[in-house]
């Protein structure tokens, strides 16, 4: 006995015709349509507005719709040197800080270990006005232990007038010469600023060919 | 050059060969705009719009139709249209004249192939067909254009709007019946010629 349609009628038959039925279902469906004439005018309707639809008329583009490298956004490619440079330019920096922090540091030390060694060399100076067996034991190990400085200082200034030699020793750590700079000072910050050099170069080359690029467009 | 070999030529970024896509392409996605839309403006927004984002979400498109793709996009782009202009009025599918009257068969309905007569039928059917369809909700509108309109199988309108198979059957079939329903209002101002086709290929 044949039903008014539901809308889950429809909705299979508009599947039947698009053919998205499996073959089982789609054969019930069949089947149905031919028994079934309330089904038939269902599906005579819904291919009726399918063919009408696919009959739409096609307008034509009122204008093109080409992108242009600025609507697009397009920005110049990087080379692939250019993040290779960057990226030494970044660690040579931070090698030259590096070595930059350490020399200050070890100037720091050598500052102040200097008063220790003085006061430490101080008693030679002292020897004839302190009583004897004043920390005898003292003065010999450090004397051994003074450092090169005062030693060249000796050696520098002579025998001759190396008779007041504690008098000598004070002056001669004083105006020692200033220890050499560390060669990497120079060394980073040049192999740095290359890098960057290096990249920017490679950047603006890249930037000339895109730019020639896009007046071809 | 064929499609696939522009389509990575463009995912390198080459815009030349994506804009040869553009020009194969345009006229189907304006067409999908302006149904699912109804406003000409806004249909080329939205066709622009779909075609700067595909350029750059183009690395995502992993094959399949590209057609169906891109259709996907300006769907996507009609719906912002829609979200945007939503208390905006739009402009109406027949322009007036100076004297506010309406004209009957704009020119740029025209199809230069066609005769004075034809190009009056296709007039009178296309604004039918548009009307019908500004009278349904969008999420059936949506789904009837790329389906019955622009030809996409279920699976690939599923995807264009996110939506499951099965909705996507339902949307369809009762879009259908509704704009069976508006258009039997039109049938008899319909040409003859697109009524009997439509019997024909019924």
Same mark, same amino acid.
């Given at each position: 006995?044949?039903?008014?349609?539901?809308?889950?009628?429809?909705?299979?038959?508009?599947?039947?015709?698009?053919?998205?039925?499996?073959?089982?279902?789609?054969?019930?469906?069949?089947?149905?349509?031919?028994?079934?004439?309330?089904?038939?005018?269902?599906?005579?309707?819904?291919?009726?507005?399918?063919?009408?639809?696919?009959?739409?008329?096609?307008?034509?583009?009122?204008?093109?719709?080409?992108?242009?490298?600025?609507?697009?956004?397009?920005?110049?490619?990087?080379?692939?040197?250019? +993040?290779?440079?960057?990226?030494?330019? !970044?660690?040579?920096?931070?090698?030259?800080?590096?070595?930059?922090?350490?020399?200050?540091?070890?100037?720091?030390?050598?500052?102040?270990?200097?008063?220790?060694?003085?006061?430490?060399?101080?008693?030679?100076?002292?020897?004839?006005?302190? +009583?004897?067996?004043?920390?005898?034991?003292?003065?010999? +190990?450090?004397?051994?232990?003074?450092?090169?400085?005062?030693?060249?200082?000796?050696?520098?200034?002579?025998?001759?007038?190396?008779?007041?030699?504690?008098?000598?020793?004070?002056?001669?750590?004083?105006?020692?010469?200033?220890?050499?700079?560390?060669?990497?000072?120079?060394?980073?910050? !040049?192999?740095?600023?290359?890098?960057?050099?290096? !990249?920017?170069?490679?950047?603006?080359?890249?930037?000339?060919?895109?730019?020639?690029?896009?007046?071809?467009? | 050059?064929?499609?696939?070999?522009?389509?990575?030529?463009?995912?390198?970024?080459?815009?030349?060969?994506?804009?040869?896509?553009?020009?194969?392409?345009?006229?189907?996605?304006?067409?999908?705009?302006? =149904?699912?839309?109804?406003?000409?403006?806004?249909?080329?927004?939205?066709?622009?719009?779909?075609?700067?984002?595909?350029?750059?979400?183009?690395?995502?498109? =992993?094959?399949?139709?590209?057609?169906?793709?891109?259709?996907?996009?300006?769907?996507?782009?009609?719906?912002?249209?829609?979200?945007? $202009?939503?208390?905006?009025?739009?402009?109406?599918?027949?322009?007036?004249?100076?004297?506010?009257?309406?004209?009957?068969?704009?020119?740029?309905?025209?199809?230069?192939?066609?005769?004075?007569?034809?190009?009056?039928?296709?007039?009178?059917?296309? $604004?039918?067909?548009? $009307?019908?369809?500004?009278?349904?909700?969008?999420?059936?509108?949506?789904?009837?254009?790329?389906?019955?309109?622009?030809?996409?199988?279920?699976?690939?309108?599923?995807?264009?709007?996110?939506?499951?198979?099965?909705?996507?059957?339902?949307?369809?079939?009762?879009? =259908?019946?509704?704009? =069976?329903?508006?258009?039997?209002?039109?049938?008899?101002?319909?040409?003859?010629?697109?009524?009997?086709?439509?019997?024909?290929?019924?």
């Amino acid at each position: 006995m044949n039903h008014k349609p539901t809308f889950r009628d429809a909705e299979k038959i508009s599947a039947y015709l698009d053919g998205q039925l499996s073959e089982a279902e789609a054969r019930r469906v069949a089947a149905r349509l031919e028994s079934d004439p309330q089904l038939a005018e269902v599906a005579q309707k819904l291919r009726q507005a399918r063919a009408l639809l696919r009959q739409t008329p096609r307008r034509r583009v009122p204008r093109n719709f080409l992108l242009t490298p600025k609507i697009a956004g397009l920005k110049p490619p990087v080379p692939r040197a250019v +993040p290779v440079f960057s990226w030494a330019s !970044a660690v040579t920096l931070l090698l030259f800080l590096f070595t930059l922090v350490g020399n200050l540091l070890g100037s720091l030390n050598y500052g102040a270990a200097a008063p220790e060694r003085l006061l430490v060399a101080a008693p030679p100076s002292n020897i004839g006005g302190s +009583p004897e067996g004043e920390s005898p034991k003292l003065a010999g +190990p450090t004397l051994q232990n003074t450092p090169t400085a005062e030693a060249e200082a000796y050696a520098l200034v002579g025998p001759s007038e190396s008779a007041d030699v504690s008098a000598q020793a004070l002056p001669a750590e004083q105006t020692q010469p200033e220890p050499p700079v560390n060669p990497w000072l120079i060394v980073w910050p !040049a192999l740095s600023a290359l890098s960057l050099g290096i !990249a920017g170069f490679s950047r603006w080359l890249s930037w000339r060919k895109f730019k020639k690029q896009l007046s071809k467009l | 050059m064929d499609e696939l070999a522009l389509i990575r030529q463009a995912q390198r970024g080459d815009l030349d060969a994506f804009n040869r896509l553009v020009l194969a392409y345009q006229e189907t996605l304006f067409n999908a705009a302006l =149904r699912i839309l109804g406003d000409e403006d806004l249909a080329a927004d939205a066709t622009q719009e779909a075609f700067l984002s595909a350029f750059r979400a183009l690395n995502a498109y =992993r094959g399949g139709s590209f057609k169906a793709w891109l259709l996907r996009t300006v769907t996507n782009a009609c719906y912002d249209e829609l979200r945007r $202009h939503k208390r905006r009025p739009t402009t109406p599918l027949e322009p007036d004249d100076a004297d506010g009257e309406e004209i009957e068969s704009p020119r740029w309905l025209a199809d230069p192939g066609a005769s004075p007569e034809e190009q009056l039928d296709q007039a009178e059917l296309e $604004h039918a067909i548009q $009307h019908c369809l500004d009278a349904l909700p969008a999420d059936f509108r949506v789904v009837v254009v790329l389906a019955d309109i622009q030809g996409l199988d279920y699976s690939e309108v599923a995807r264009a709007v996110r939506v499951p198979l099965g909705t996507i059957k339902s949307r369809l079939a009762r879009a =259908r019946l509704r704009l =069976r329903e508006c258009l039997q209002a039109f049938w008899e101002l319909l040409p003859t010629a697109f009524r009997l086709q439509s019997e024909d290929k019924a």
